[in-house]
């Protein structure tokens, strides 16, 4: 494809406009992970007209895939983002359409008539920036809504040494997380933060949030464009409290029944923590005395370090005693920490807190 820059006509009595993309005609359809002219004619035609975001190189990735879709979205057909014969015929009619129509009189004395171009990329051009490439992430488990003090690291090539930008794209909501723009001081590794999911992220104009559970394409976005794919998926995590303490607890009084703990998940972890922590709200009162926690499915006390099967339910019942406790409302929480069986990182949840009052009123 040809890039008009800065033409200059000589005419006597007209004026001259040239479009800034010529007849084009895809000789082959186009799918994610193409890589040839063709794809980069396509993209320089998207590029023109707004729909793509990254500078064209050649390589049908994500953002190519989001182009299409929102071009066909424009013309009425099925948002498939590949490039069928129908939307090849669209293109082609548009684009010589286009051209056909580019060269307009307009009266007036004027000599010349200057052309700029639309910003379009073509193959002798495209190579002052390299796409980056992403070979693989680190083996790790993630869980929605846990903390973590870990972080863990994309591996590829073509890494910028100062900016390369992570995105998050939900696969079943299409919801788009930006991470973060890292540095890569060898250009072949990014390194995520700690906490990824217990922290909030952009997705969009007046949109933060926490990483939801669920598949996600992973992609490295720098200079030289976006780079392919690849996937991960943040596990849920389920943990729920039970206020059993609906009554006021009577002061000096052993074995109170007070809460009823529940946690699962798809995947298989170790339990290595679980701790139920009781303090004081805006009303002031003493603490309780928790007993160890009861295993309700396989008796005695929970023990820690048990491992937890795939959608295995852990249910635990929480005692305390209110000897010498000072009437008053308190709050309760559970924390549990789980370690995972791919990067042996732990992953800390903890639960909405339940509130109680010993002798005296809610």
Not at 23 to 29: P, R, V
Not at 93 to 105: F, M, R, T
Not at 224 to 245: R, V, Y
Request: charged fraction near 10%; proline fraction near 4%; hydrophobic fraction near 35%.
């Amino acid at each position: 494809m040809k890039k008009s820059i800065f033409i200059a006509l000589l005419v006597s009595t007209f004026s001259y406009s040239y479009a800034a993309v010529s007849c084009l005609d895809l000789s082959t359809n186009l799918s994610r992970g193409a890589e040839s002219s063709v794809v980069l004619s396509l993209q320089n035609f998207l590029y023109a007209k707004g729909l793509l975001k990254v500078a064209p190189n050649g390589y049908f990735g994500p953002s190519t895939f989001a182009a299409v879709k929102a071009y066909q979205k424009g013309i009425g057909l099925a948002q498939v983002g590949n490039t069928g014969p129908a939307t090849r015929a669209a293109i082609k009619k548009e684009s010589c359409q286009s051209q056909a129509n580019s060269v307009l009189p307009q009266t007036g004395a004027s000599s010349t008539a200057t052309v700029q171009s639309s910003p379009i990329v073509n193959a002798s051009t495209a190579t002052s920036f390299v796409r980056p490439l992403l070979d693989h992430i680190e083996y790790v488990s993630l869980f929605a809504g846990g903390t973590t003090d870990w972080g863990f690291s994309l591996y590829g090539s073509n890494f910028s040494t100062s900016s390369n930008t992570v995105l998050f794209r939900n696969t079943g909501t299409h919801v788009s997380y930006t991470i973060g723009t890292f540095s890569s001081a060898t250009g072949t590794a990014v390194v995520l933060p700690a906490n990824l999911t217990g922290t909030s992220f952009s997705c969009g104009t007046n949109c933060m949030e926490k990483l939801p559970a669920g598949q996600y394409e992973v992609v490295v976005r720098n200079e030289g464009g976006e780079s392919d794919s690849k996937l991960i998926t943040i596990q849920p995590f389920t943990l729920t409290i039970q206020n059993l303490a609906s009554q006021t607890l009577p002061a000096s009084q052993t074995g109170n029944k007070i809460a009823l703990v529940s946690f699962s998940t798809p995947a298989a972890v170790t339990v290595k923590t679980v701790s139920f922590d009781v303090g004081t709200s805006t009303i002031s009162g003493g603490g309780l005395s928790v007993s160890p926690l009861h295993d309700e499915i396989n008796g005695g006390d929970f023990k820690v370090n048990s491992v937890l099967n795939p959608l295995q339910t852990a249910l635990i019942s929480v005692y305390a005693d209110t000897n010498n406790t000072t009437p008053g409302t308190l709050y309760g929480t559970c924390t549990v920490g789980i370690e995972d069986f791919i990067g042996k990182h732990t992953t800390t949840f903890t639960s909405q807190p339940i509130l109680m009052t010993v002798n005296g009123v809610l």
